[in-house]
């Protein structure tokens, strides 16, 4: 597809200039900025392959690579404002991307704003809600699922890239050679999508996304790019290293059986 027939270079064009504002004197945007915006563009990335592996119609790939573009446009100024990515020590960030895009009119003309718009809101809640019309449904699931597939890659970045073993700080001091909290091992069993405030270990943390592999990723083209990316061989050795336990184990199983069926 050429960009312009759908207007997404126009769209990102915008974007681009809106992550500008956030730029030092020295043209640069800060480290954890910076990372934000590498984010966005490997979701983007992901969404696209996801829309043409499944085969989405024109209408459908286009609402869903610009919400995966706009998903996370309100980091910029969450960061600035609260200085922290922590949603629960400061503003729910889908609804910040959502109003500041909205508030800026960048959707508007387009013919799915609407789908856009609440793609961009739902992208981080706990489940998408129910009764939504197909294209803001299918965009949803499908910025949802590209999203999670670069916070698999973001996670082995922060192994390889930190001192984890003795900076604690890595993985905000969640504690390694824990097992995995019952709460969290029993809503991933019964495939709950597991709260936040429920992670006390960094096994928990790790185990989250395991759970997402056993029923959090919505197509079938999006468990087939984790599964060749090795995400889940990746947290079932680092599990073991981090002290995850007979649990963690029969969960990656779980997984790893799920995975063979894609
Ligand atoms: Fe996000």
């Not at 959090?216 to 790019?225: I, T």
């Amino acid at each position: 597809m050429s960009a312009a027939d759908d207007g997404f270079e126009a769209l990102k064009a915008r974007y681009l200039a809106y992550v500008d504002t956030f730029r030092g004197p020295d043209g640069r945007l800060g480290e954890m900025l910076e990372l934000k915006l590498a984010h966005t563009m490997r979701v983007v990335d992901n969404a696209t392959r996801i829309a043409d592996g499944e085969g989405f119609d024109s209408e459908r790939r286009s609402a869903t690579i610009a919400a995966a573009l706009l998903h996370d446009t309100g980091r910029y100024e969450q960061l600035v404002k609260y200085d922290t990515f922590n949603d629960a020590d400061s503003i729910d960030h889908a609804a910040l991307s959502h109003d500041i895009v909205a508030r800026l009119g960048w959707v508007v003309g387009r013919p799915d704003a609407e789908a856009v718009l609440a793609a961009v809101l739902y992208h981080n809640r706990k489940e998408v809600p129910e009764g939504l019309d197909p294209l803001t449904e299918a965009a949803s699931h499908a910025v949802r699922d590209a999203d999670k597939l670069d916070i698999f890659r973001v996670l082995e970045e922060r192994v390889a890239t930190t001192d984890w073993r003795r900076d604690a700080k890595a993985f905000w001091n969640l504690k390694a050679g824990l097992p995995p909290s019952p709460a969290v091992v029993a809503a991933i069993r019964g495939g709950r999508s597991v709260d936040y405030s429920e992670i006390r270990t960094l096994s928990d943390f790790v185990l989250i996304q395991v759970g997402w592999m056993i029923c959090g990723l919505h197509y079938r083209v999006s468990r087939r790019l984790c599964a060749e990316r090795g995400h889940l061989a990746f947290r079932r050795r680092f599990l073991d290293e981090i002290g995850g336990g007979a649990e963690a184990e029969e969960l990656c199983d779980r997984a790893e059986r799920l995975a063979l069926s894609v």
